[in-house]
């Protein structure tokens, strides 16, 4: 089962699918998207660590965040990304051909045992949440790159939401279930 998470800037987002994802029983992975490049990014991670409990193993994945999740996702039984706008704007910064990236993600999530429904792997299939940014409510960004990360961004968003058994919008701390 995937829960898709969208949210503006300090929305309470990653907060609730932490809250979401740790009721669920079983060995949990947080996959962090986010690149400790400058103190206040070093600092705005540390937080993050401290809120999640011992339970949590943490991987740290700018890039390939694809063939991580198709690796371990039958050796943990709950997986939470954060984020797909950070590692979009990594793939961006990097050169990455995005279209092909963001088709691999979804085929491999589609391919999963947790979003394939019934499977001889189902007893072990990982219940997957992630967090994305809501980018799209603001104006028009005034350049080209932050117009390309914009759209691209909408339209990830929207193939998660496609693909996804839950998606909540979450404003000012409050989620609104949309899915």
Not at 44 to 57: F, L, N, P, Q, T
Not at 58 to 82: K, Q
Not at 107 to 132: E, K, M, N, Q
Not at 137 to 158: C, E, H, K, T, W
Request: charged share 25%; net charge negative.
């Amino acid at each position: 089962m995937i829960t898709f998470v969208l949210g503006g800037a300090r929305s309470g987002k990653s907060r609730f699918a932490l809250e979401k994802a740790s009721v669920c029983k079983g060995k949990k992975i947080y996959i962090a998207t986010a690149q400790a490049i400058d103190d206040e990014m070093k600092e705005r991670i540390e937080k993050h660590k401290e809120e999640r409990s011992e339970e949590w193993a943490t991987l740290e994945e700018p890039l390939n965040i694809t063939t991580l999740i198709s690796d371990i996702h039958r050796s943990y039984d709950v997986i939470l990304l954060d984020c797909l706008t950070l590692w979009l704007s990594n793939l961006l910064l990097d050169g990455e051909d995005i279209e092909v990236e963001i088709a691999s993600l979804i085929d491999a999530l589609r391919i999963t045992p947790a979003c394939a429904g019934a499977t001889a792997d189902r007893h072990h299939a990982s219940r997957i949440f992630i967090v994305s940014n809501e980018v799209g409510l603001g104006i028009v960004p005034d350049n080209a790159l932050s117009r390309r990360f914009r759209d691209l961004s909408g339209y990830l968003n929207q193939k998660m939401a496609a693909i996804a058994d839950e998606v909540y919008l979450i404003t000012a701390g409050i989620p609104v279930k949309i899915k």
